[in-house]
Nanobody, 119 residues
Framework: QVQLVESGGGLVQPGGSLRLSCAAS????????MGWYRQAPGKQRELVAV???????NSADSVKGRFTISRDNAKNTVYLQMNSLKPEDTAVYYC?????????????WGQGTQVTVSS
């Protein structure tokens, strides 16, 4: 099993910044992708950004130029630096990891961290 521990959410004013972290631990042989999704009230969960094991990243058009995803492979940790936050960024943010452990390749989700952008 793999455990994901998220941190860094909170309340911030429009234009502000937050940094989310997600640390993976447990039965991990290797990690392929690490990413962030979000779900706003009444909406479907959507991809925010993903970081592949080779170093490449991809992000949703709505956050390009404002959010940056990075990962520290030595710490099995992924980060999401969010700048110039807007009210429409308000959502629960979920960490997502695709990794290989004793049970083979699995997808794991964090418990979610609330991000609220409001004045």
């Amino acid at each position: 099993q793999v455990q994901l521990v998220e941190s860094g959410g909170g309340l911030v004013q429009p234009g502000g910044s937050l940094r989310l972290s997600c640390a993976a631990s447990g039965s991990i042989f290797s990690i392929n992708t690490m990413g962030w999704y979000r779900q706003a009230p009444g909406k479907q969960r959507e991809l925010v950004a993903v970081a592949l094991s080779g170093g490449s990243t991809n992000s949703a058009d709505s956050v390009k130029g404002r959010f940056t995803i990075s990962r520290d492979n030595a710490k099995n940790t992924v980060y999401l630096q969010m700048n110039s936050l807007k009210p429409e960024d308000t959502a629960v943010y979920y960490c997502n990891v695709f990794s290989r452990g004793a049970e083979g390749w699995r997808t794991y989700w964090g418990q979610g961290t609330q991000v609220t952008v409001s004045s």
